[in-house]
Structure formats: structure tokens, C-alpha cells
């Protein structure tokens, strides 16, 4: 959820003027897109040495605390660096994510357990939208993380279910 929150107000609230808020916004952005593509290949490597679900419910903390330190930022440069570590984390959420839901279901429910990660993770971006314009934006990234615990917490709970059947 915390990757949608609004740049532009954001980098505005930095006391930057329109022309810099387009340069620095594309930057951040970069950065981030960066992040995306680094964090799947460190978390995949992990992946293979830690296993899944210990990579998984690392990506999750390093997201976590990275949305959450999001809160306190000063400057452009503190922000550009915390959303790239939570690039990486998130890369790694989605990573392992997937890659379990795969393994899990059956080869017939495969493809509808994808949709729905996806699925929800639209959902995030469109919760994420009305919370920035109901609330300022580090208020957003506290919401933002306090969404991620519950993820976590629904997660833990749904996989020791799955394990306690088997």
C-alpha cells in the first residue's frame, strides 16, 4: 500500500517547486523500479539457500520497517533511499509469495491463486489511494504498515492452519 502514496504532495510538502518535484519524483521512481528488479534477484538467491518462508517473512519485516522509518523522513534523499529498501522488500513479499501459492495449490488452482495475490495487491494500491486523500501522507505510511502486520499476522495464521492439516 505505502508505494502509492502521492510523490507529488508529498515532494511538495518538501518545499520544492513544480520543476523539481517532476526531477526528483522520476528519481525516486527510478529508484524504486530499481529496487523492484535488485530485490528479486537478492531474495531469490536467499530463497535458495534459507528456503520460502523465512525469505518470505524477512521481505515482510524489511518492508515493514522501511514503511514505518517513511514516517519520520526529512528530506528527499532519506525518502529515496527508504523506498528503495522497501523495493527490495516488497520484491522479495512478492517473490516468495507467489512461489509458495504455486507450490501450495493444486495445478488446477494455480492460476486463480496468482490472480488473487495480484488482485490483492491492486487492492492495496486503490486502499492506498483514499487513505492519502483522507489523511496526510505520514500518516499514510503508518496505516500503510499497520496494513502490512496484518498481512503478516493472517498469513502466519493461514499457513500454520495449512501446516496443522497435513
Known sequence: MCYF???YDLLLAFGLNESEVSIVGASILNWQMNSLLLGGILWRILQDKKGRLSVLF???LTY?????ACEF???TSSYKLLRFIAGVGLAGELGAGVTLVSEILPLRLRAIGNSLVAGIGLLGAAAAYFTTELQDWRTSYLIGALWVVDCYCCGLACLSQMYLKN
Open 58 to 60: 524477512g521481505s515482510i
Open 64 to 68: 515493514f520497517l522501511a514503511n514505518i
Open 5 to 7: 502514496v502521492n510523490i
Open 73 to 75: 523522513i526529512q528530506g
